[in-house]
């Protein structure tokens, strides 16, 4: 969560604009407020912060109010410590102005630092965690110590997974610490440097990177000094790290909505040919990767909100393919199966983005116990790709709405390829999957959102919508329900068909809204069972299925596919929760609270 964009220049840059256009990019991280500091080429130091998406910010009045300058500092925030106001926005400064620190996570040891602080004097103007780091290095450099210095002495004394970067307005010298939360240097021409919590926040200016790994520090030295490389340091010793320079191949997808309203309904349409690109993998590392799964001794795949439900619906898929007893298990709660963690133990872990904090804690369990990890992640280069022992790319492009869509169903594609793999069938999976994104592009078209359209109309009013399935659409259900949920705001609940009657039968009512998952599989036969009972109370019953029945009093129709239904039965729940946001008034893209990327507990 939250973003961080800095740039160091020389000569006649427009920092403010460069940081503002980066920025933009990684709204997605947070979006309750933003603000950039700039120092211009005679000194003067302007700060700007807004409450709101900086998606909105006005490059000509940002200009205007900040002028143009070659340093620049910038933020954009998912609020932890201290509420939404342009107070708590960041840069924060010390007592004394100069400083100006921008900070991605959580200080867990807030409280403690803070105090001692406060006893000696600084003003705190803030509500925020991050504004203890600026009062540290003021002290710190009270006492003769370089920025490099003090911001290294303040980031070992931090707990909780974070990454800062201290700007001194001074002598627009610059420090960036990663403890944990990711931050990327960019190396453009002429001596152009980035800083970023994501690749994206620079890659439209360069693809050459340098990261920063975790528990170590970047130093950037002011605009005017000749040389104008970065040098890298462990924060613990402050001994000098050697780093390499890595050209970025990816493109991070198109980041423009291409002519659609929304980056949700453009991400669920290209849904046509994620479901393929998400295959489009070497055999050989498919093939490596089933032959893990297959010797492991113990398979946990792990991952957070509807990755972890991908995870859920992974476990069924590796039982009917494969015959393979994997575990699922949601991240932040991973840490209770460490008793059953050994070195023989194979871990997959499944992200878009690769930096939920929630899974890369429960990938540092696994690692301690001697596990290997394997991820299937989205964003090349991101902190769950670099830790894992091995990685698969989704190659879904950027997936920029909150919600998830073309990224799941590109998980839940290559989790049924490994199962297939795992099976010794790697060409019956390819076959099915590749029919099945045929099906996918088909579906896909203006007749059928035109008939969700309706349903969603129907539907705006209810309080609840309940969505069963069973078997591997059970996990579907749920991630139904979140779909429903952080896009509508309405209530919705998923579970499987057999539970209904041990409780959430109660809740059904006349009229009451019920998504029943029903594929062509084992289950077909008690799922409807499950419909026809909300139905004898009166319950409204919104089947996803191949075929209509008489239990259906809405049919949205899917393609017969095999072990693929969870990919073919999420989809029209993804459209359906895209028209309710529209229909109620919410911005489907940005949903209150919630951020893309979850880097805090
Ligand atoms: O980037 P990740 O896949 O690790 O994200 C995990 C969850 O935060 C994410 O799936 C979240 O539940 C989405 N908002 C769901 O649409």
Known sequence: ?????????????????????????????????????????????????????????????????????????????????GGISERNAHPQFDCAGRIAVVHNGIIENYQELKAPLVARGHRFTSETDTELITHYIEEYMGKGLSLQEAARLVARRLKGRSAFVAVDTRSCRIAAARLGAPLIVGVGDKGRLFISSDVSGFLDHTKRVMYIDDNEMAALSGSGDRSRMPSFFEIGSGKRVRKRIITVGWKGGTESKSG????????????????????????????????????????????????????????????????????????????????????????????????????????????????????????????????????????????KAVASTKATTAQLSLLTLLAYATAGRLKDGKRLLLDTAAQVNDMLNPRYEDRIKRLARKLK??????????????????????????????????????????????????????????????????????AMEVRARGGYVIGVAPENSDVFDYWLKVPDAGSASPIVNIIPVQILAYHLALLRGINPDYPRNLAKSVTVK
């Open 260 to 399: 659609y309203e929304h980056f949700l309904i453009k991400e669920i349409m290209e849904q046509k040919r994620t479901i393929a690109q998400a295959i489009n993998q070497d055999d050989w590392r498919i093939r490596q990767a089933a032959g893990r799964i297959r010797n492991a001794f113990g398979v946990f795949i792990v991952g957070a909100g509807t990755a972890g439900r991908v995870c859920a619906a992974g476990e069924y898929l590796f039982s009917d393919i494969a015959r393979k007893h994997v575990n699922s298990a949601v991240a932040s709660e991973f840490a209770s199966y460490r008793h059953y963690l050994t070195r023989k133990t194979l871990m997959i872990a499944v992200s878009q983005s690769g930096e939920t904090v929630d899974l890369l804690d429960a990938i540092d369990v696994a690692k301690s116990k001697g596990a290997r990890v394997l991820s299937l992640v989205n964003v090349f280069g991101s902190t769950l790709m670099r830790a894992s022992d091995d990685y698969l790319m989704l190659n879904a492009g950027a997936e």
């Open 461 to 530: 009013g209810q309080k609840d919508i309940f969505v069963i399935g069973r078997g591997v659409n059970y996990p579907m259900a749920e991630e139904a329900a979140i779909k429903l949920q952080e896009t509508s705001y309405i209530h919705a609940h998923g579970f499987a068909g057999g539970e209904l009657k041990h409780g959430p039968l109660a809740l059904v009512r006349k009229g009451s809204a019920c998504i029943v998952m029903a594929a062509n599989d084992d289950s077909k036969r008690e799922i409807m069972g499950n």
């Open 1 to 81: 969560m939250c973003g961080i964009v800095v740039y160091s220049g020389r000569g006649r840059d427009d920092a403010p604009a460069l940081v503002l256009e980066g920025l933009k990019k990684l709204e997605y991280r947070g979006y309750d407020s933003w603000g950039i500091t700039s120092v211009d080429r005679k000194g003067r130091v302007s700060t700007l912060k807004r409450v709101g998406k900086i998606g909105g910010a006005d490059p000509r009045s940002v200009r205007k109010l900040l002028g143009s300058g070659s340093v620049a500092v910038g933020h954009t925030r998912w609020a932890t410590h």
